[in-house]
């Protein structure tokens, strides 16, 4: 028996998990997925959850039932590579033959003093209902939202939206939505000032305060609360193990997503530095889910007998949600540049909540149909069978 284990449940770890599923149902290989719960994270709406809204209750188990995967809860604490080894809390060992590392990533709140001991993150539901909480108690506060990716642009707009008595103040080193084209920036810049989200750009914060960040120069700006989102980290099993890793932690991997220095490792989603012809793709659902894929059908290929095939992929767009009903969905290059054309409005609101129901129901299609094209990917296109 072949034995594969797959670290995190995430949207990567998940794909990977039922893609092999599917394609090894006649072969001797055992499919184990270690996840920290049973409950599968939507990544996509922890915002939504943080301002107030009840997230859906998906249930790993549920979806993993008749596909002969085995789900195995608890935390990842160690990796030995040479004995083919993984430590789940401390107490049971798991052995693999094929390694398939989606630890994913957290909210980076290492990178300024007293972000651990102050701020709120977005990691988890856990932390959104925490945060959820605290803003329901306030009235008439501000609230400083750290950090101008698309994170920090969806969670000052939906909690400006859904609790109005708070002053909502988004801090950035750059303008918000700096990578959109030029009309879906003027959307963005409209949507926030109309929901009345002060945005501060240019400023980088140098300290978490138990009620306020300090910004460089000097500034205090006081806060009842502090979001964190900026920035992520990956946990730091890969480098303890001894697999090569980047200067943020990332399992390096080759073009096929094996570990450089481990082959019977494979890194997919943002725990994976993983390099194309335009550079280093940032760790986002819509690249994490085709890495799933690619690794497990380069898993089965390798099984085979056949050669791997080199990963391929290219963004197709950047839906950002500005509350319920509004949204900016700009359309990229293969690079992640803008390209012409951009939703906004209604229309982009309702492709970007299709974007976020979809990975649920399409686990199980994946499984039932693995070779399908369900999680195709542009300029890496087609499952390789």
């Not at 094996?258 to 012809?277: E, F, K, L, N, T």
């Not at 550079?279 to 085979?304: E, F, K, N, W, Y």
């Amino acid at each position: 028996m072949h034995e594969i284990v797959v670290l995190g449940a995430g949207y990567a770890g998940l794909t990977a998990a039922v893609s092999l599923a599917g394609r090894t149902g006649n072969k001797a290989v055992r499919v184990t997925v270690v996840s920290a719960s049973e409950r599968f994270t939507e990544r996509l709406r922890l915002h939504q959850v943080a301002s107030g809204q009840e997230p859906a209750d998906l249930r790993i188990p549920d979806l993993l039932r008749g596909t002969g995967i085995e789900l195995v809860t608890g935390w990842v604490t160690g990796i030995d590579p040479g004995a083919r080894t993984v430590r789940v809390d401390d107490e049971r060992i798991l052995r693999y033959d094929t390694l398939v590392y989606a630890l994913g990533s957290v909210s980076d709140t290492q990178a300024v003093p007293g972000a651990g001991d102050h701020a709120f993150t977005l990691d988890g539901p856990e932390e959104a209902t925490v945060l959820a909480k605290r803003l329901s108690s306030l009235d008439g506060a501000t609230i400083a939202v750290c950090g101008g990716g698309l994170t920090g642009i969806e969670a000052a707009a939906e909690i400006a939206e859904q609790r109005p008595g708070l002053d909502v103040v988004l801090l950035a080193r750059e303008e918000p939505g700096a990578a959109l084209g030029p009309g879906a920036r003027r959307h963005l810049d409209t949507a926030l000032q109309r929901l009345g989200v002060r945005v501060r750009a240019g400023v980088e914060v140098v300290k978490v305060l138990p009620h306020g960040v300090e910004l460089a120069g000097g500034e205090t700006v006081a806060a009842a609360v502090v979001l964190w989102v900026g920035g992520v980290r990956v946990a730091p099993l890969a480098a303890a193990a001894g697999l090569t890793v980047d200067d943020r932690g990332r399992i390096v991997t080759d073009a096929t997503l094996r570990s450089v220095s481990h082959p019977d490792v494979y890194a997919i989603g943002d725990a994976a530095a993983i390099r194309q012809r335009y550079g280093m793709i940032h760790g986002t659902c819509q690249s994490g889910m085709p890495t799933g894929v690619h690794a497990a059908a380069t898993i089965v290929r390798t099984l085979d007998g056949r050669a791997p095939r080199p990963f391929r992929f290219g963004y197709f767009h950047t839906p950002v949600s500005l509350g319920r009903g509004d949204a900016v969905v700009q359309f990229t290059r293969p690079d992640g540049s803008p390209g012409r054309m951009y939703l906004t409005g209604r229309r982009a609101a309702w492709y970007k909540e299709t974007v976020s129901a979809s990975p649920w129901p399409g686990f199980a299609r994946t499984y039932k149909l693995p070779a399908s094209g369900m999680f195709a990917w542009r300029r890496g296109g087609k499952y390789t069978r």
